[in-house]
């Protein structure tokens, strides 16, 4: 296969794993009229990227990449997803990556099976690993001859298309201001890939504190259209 | 620049929590927390005669909660960090064995300008064992408008459960590094605070929590979920150290009445609405009489107005500077340095 239209492929926000059915603490953010504006949007898309997804879910994939390169034992993804687990602390958050991770495995399963793919997919249904999307994209990324670069590059386009497209729907901000913090974000993108590698140990994992407690208030909203 | 420890070990005695082969040197001091056989369980406070923590100070904590052992550790003030230029470090270690017992809900921690101190708590839970943890940190010196000044703040947390890792709360403040006053953060305002809940019981908490809050509570934002199969996690931001301490100790207070029942040593279930009442009820447990709490009470539906509402005590909002002069002039040290 070709890793470009692969990458293209599982990252596409229409590659039906269900994430467009969360906002991760977004809808709260919404509700409570903090974000409520193109300015307060694109506040809040950058500081996702430079504060959250960097230590966490990009750091995650990160993480699983280089297990992969050092061929490292199942032993250690085994590690990394009870790290995983242990550090996702908003139990919506918890089980959108879980949910996120089973549909991407099974999907891309059908696709073109890969060993370790399937192989995690089977340890979460047994329920001896409870499963990460960042991981499970790592994987599959991996097995298909797609650059480390490039599958960070993407990984981080995908969240930041995310947090656009449910801005535009729930803020809501115009389709033309969310594909401008699209496109004016690229270069915090780039500069948080460079720094990728060299994340320190232990900064992985860092909490949002504020972030948090709206992906807690989410789990009592009483009007909600999606599941984080 | 010091370099101090605290060793403290709760042991069961029959029906009792007695502390053995414990240690400290200065500047803390760990002693009985008012009278000694007041409680079944073991209350201890620990005191130091500095002003905070300084430049270079390390200090090793440890906790030994025996099996069957319930202990409750109080701090005696806030935890002021001064400026510094290479940093402060503490390190807490925390086993606490099979249907032990172990609450610590310190007070605030408060960093100077130009203070960087980091804390790593790990903490070791058999499967029955539970834990009631918290932490407060506010922004600076926030009424002599000190705030955000500090250098660096990094707690953290590591629980394990059965020898696994259950939960991992890891928490950097850099107001050079992060926005620490964006609606990521501090949202506007000065304090944050955690508290967590690992137990068998905690699903069953997590529930009863559910019911508890569901009104607003002026001046504290707060968020819970369940955040292992086995945890409850609360946090929250306010603009109050002193009120969040004390919303937390009564939150704590909850979880400590509700394992103790759940473990079959109470025999009335807590008045789980009233506990959760953000009013001082625990900042400082004083070693008088207690007297119950006056005031409006709110009572759960179909439970029994008056029956389990344990006795609270009307305590100030800090630890009573009288109570606690007297805990200072006591002489008698629970162990020997």
Known sequence: MQPLLTLLQINDSMFPIGSFTHSYGLESYVSQGIVKDTPSATAYAEDMLRHNIFYNDAAFLQMTWKLLEAKKPARELQKLDELITALKVPSEIRMASKKLAIRFLKLTQGLHPVKRCSNYLSRIQEGALHGHYPVAFGLFAHAHGISSKDALLAFYYNMLNSIATNCAKLVPISQNDAQKILFDLQPIIMQLVEEQESLQEDLVGLCCIGQEIRCMQHEKQYSRLYIS | ?337
């Open chain 2, 1 to 337: 620049m010091l370099k101090s420890s605290i060793k403290i070990n709760a042991e069961r005695e029959g029906k009792q929590t007695l502390l053995k082969e414990s240690g400290y040197n200065a500047p803390y001091k760990v002693i009985h927390y008012g009278a000694r056989h007041l409680h079944e369980h073991l209350e201890l406070i620990i005191m130091s005669a500095t002003p905070g923590i300084m430049e270079g100070d390390e200090i090793d904590i440890s906790v030994n909660v025996h099996e069957g052992a319930h202990l409750k550790l109080f701090t005696q003030s806030f935890n002021k960090l001064h400026p510094m230029e290479k940093g402060a470090v503490q390190r807490t270690h925390v086993q606490v064995k099979k249907d032990g017992i172990f609450r610590f809900i310190p007070h605030p921690i408060t960093p100077f300008a130009k203070s960087d101190f980091k804390a790593v708590n790990e903490i070791h839970l058999d499967e029955s064992a539970t834990l009631i943890w918290g932490d407060i940190i506010a922004s600076g010196r926030v009424h002599s408008g000190e705030s955000f000044e500090f250098t660096r703040l990094h707690v953290v947390t590591k629980i394990y459960r059965n020898k696994k890792l259950v939960l991992l709360d890891n928490q950097l403040l850099e107001p050079g590094r992060q926005p620490m006053k964006s609606m990521l953060f501090f949202a506007g305002y000065t304090h944050q605070a955690t508290l967590i809940y690992v137990s068998p019981f905690a699903a069953e908490l997590k529930a009863e929590l559910d019911e508890i809050l569901v009104e607003e509570y002026e001046q504290i934002d707060f968020g819970f979920t369940q955040c292992a199969p086995n945890a409850v996690m609360l946090r929250a931001m306010g603009d109050e150290g002193a009120k969040l301490h004390d919303w937390l100790s009564a939150m704590g207070r909850l979880c400590w009445e509700f394992t103790r029942y759940k473990q079959g040593l109470e025999e009335e279930e807590p008045e789980m609405e009233q506990a959760a009442a953000p009013s001082p009820a625990e900042a400082a447990p004083v070693p008088e009489k207690p007297a119950r709490r006056t005031g409006a009470k709110r009572v759960k539906k179909g439970a029994p107005a008056n029956k389990a509402v344990k006795p609270t005590v009307a305590s100030p909002e800090t630890p009573a500077e009288d109570a606690l002069e007297k805990l200072l002039t006591q002489t008698e040290a629970v162990a020997a340095p």
